[in-house]
């Protein structure tokens, strides 16, 4: 039972302290409000994440994701290979361009893309593949890049929620065309809306900073129709602060979740691939169903213990309403079951940096005495 003084376990706790709050009024109070000198050194800063690729700040995950497709003329009549098991930004993204999401299968052992799968989905109308880097955990990049070469297709990596995520001592965001992340308030780090896409190619990074911003670099000598996608010096200055604290936040997070999984029994713990630097931007576990509801009822018994838990995602995208098609129509049947299984089985348990480590001691006592009776 949960005890008479203790505050329930949100499922996520974004941090807006004294810092975050000074850097903004610093930045209300001087004036220069969008995409000014703060936006400018974020991109610089963030570059040290990547190996120092170029790095093009936007106002979400969303539209750097819309953005880098654009910029990789991708549209009408392509077709790019995304995992169902995401958010829907992953899908969003290529439709908003015109083109068609094809959906591929996951590997159970890390909840991304089965490079196998993403073979088997390639056809003539394919452009790319958009690897999603899910929970912070990294996707197969090392196998998925010969896929790519062999098929002359571009990678986007949807890494939104993987900031500083690595694969054999490689960071996210340097092994695609681009890389595109959110700083959207409860991922790893945040600046209230905003995102961020990297690249190595210049012409590319130039590419999209037209794009960004109505396709001028000069002032109203608009090279190409482009669109709004501006972060504020607000959000950049949120951001520049956040970004110094990731390193710290990152090792909590690895460490909370080090002590989850020694401590966690009866619950499958989330799979680490072999050299992935995993970032828990979530502790997925795995509540084994066999058709039962059993990932429900402990959410639900959690949350009578006063212990937050979230479900990412009870839907895999081709189940949703926007892209299941119409019923009987030319509606493309597709056959996904590691997804279908991980969308019935999983559960995200509290890993933010900022859990004390009596909330983690309440986390594991209440999922081992839970997990237990299923
Ligand atoms: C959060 C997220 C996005 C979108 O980012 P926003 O900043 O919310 O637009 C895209 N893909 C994934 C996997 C995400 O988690």
Redesign the pocket.
Same mark, same amino acid.
């Given at each position: 039972m949960r005890g008479r003084h203790e505050e329930p376990i949100p499922a996520a706790r974004p941090v807006i302290g004294e810092h975050e709050i000074e850097a903004a009024v610093r930045v209300l109070r001087s004036g220069a409000v969008v995409q000014g000198p703060e936006v400018a050194a974020f991109e610089t800063e963030f570059s040290a994440l990547v190996e120092g690729r170029h790095c093009v700040a936007v106002n979400?995950? *969303? &539209?750097a #994701?819309q953005l880098t497709l654009m910029g990789l003329g991708i549209g009408p009549g392509d077709e790019v290979v995304v995992p169902s098991f &995401?958010?829907a930004? *992953?899908a969003n993204a290529v439709r908003l361009v015109g083109a068609e999401p094809v959906f591929a299968d996951i590997e159970p052992g890390s909840f991304c893309l089965d490079p196998d799968a993403v073979a088997a989905a390639v056809g003539p109308r394919t452009a790319a593949v958009l690897p999603?880097h #899910?929970y912070g955990h990294p996707a197969a990049m090392d196998r998925l890049l010969p896929i790519a070469e062999r098929h002359g297709l571009a990678v986007v990596e949807?890494a939104?929620?993987a900031h500083a995520a690595a694969l054999n001592g490689r960071p996210v965001g340097t092994f695609g065309a681009a890389g595109c992340f959110?700083?959207?308030p409860t991922?790893n780090m945040h600046s209230l809306? =905003? =995102?961020m896409i990297t690249t190595a190619d210049a012409e590319l990074a130039r590419t999209l900073r037209l794009l960004r911003n109505q396709g001028m670099e000069q002032r109203y000598a608009n090279e190409v129709a482009g669109a709004n996608m501006r972060l504020t010096d607000v959000a950049a200055a949120v951001g520049r602060v956040q970004l110094g604290r990731l390193p710290v936040w990152t090792e909590q997070r690895r460490a909370n979740a080090k002590l989850l999984d020694s401590r966690l029994t009866g619950l499958h713990t989330p799979p680490v691939a072999d050299g992935a630097h995993h970032v828990y931007h979530q502790y997925t576990v795995r509540v084994p169903g066999n058709g039962r509801p059993d990932r429900d009822c402990l959410q639900k018994a959690l949350a009578s213990r006063g212990v937050g838990s979230a479900v990412y995602y009870p839907t895999p995208i081709h189940r949703l309403k926007a892209y299941r098609g119409e019923e009987g129509a030319q509606a493309r049947r597709w056959d996904l079951p590691e997804t279908e299984r991980a969308s019935a089985e999983v559960l995200s348990l509290p890993v933010y940096p900022t859990l004390t480590g009596a909330e983690l001691e309440r986390v594991v006592a209440a999922a081992n005495a839970l997990g237990g009776l299923l």
């Open positions: 979400s995950g *969303t &539209s #994701l &995401s958010f930004a *992953t999603v #899910l949807d939104c929620q959110s700083f959207y991922k809306e =905003g =995102g």
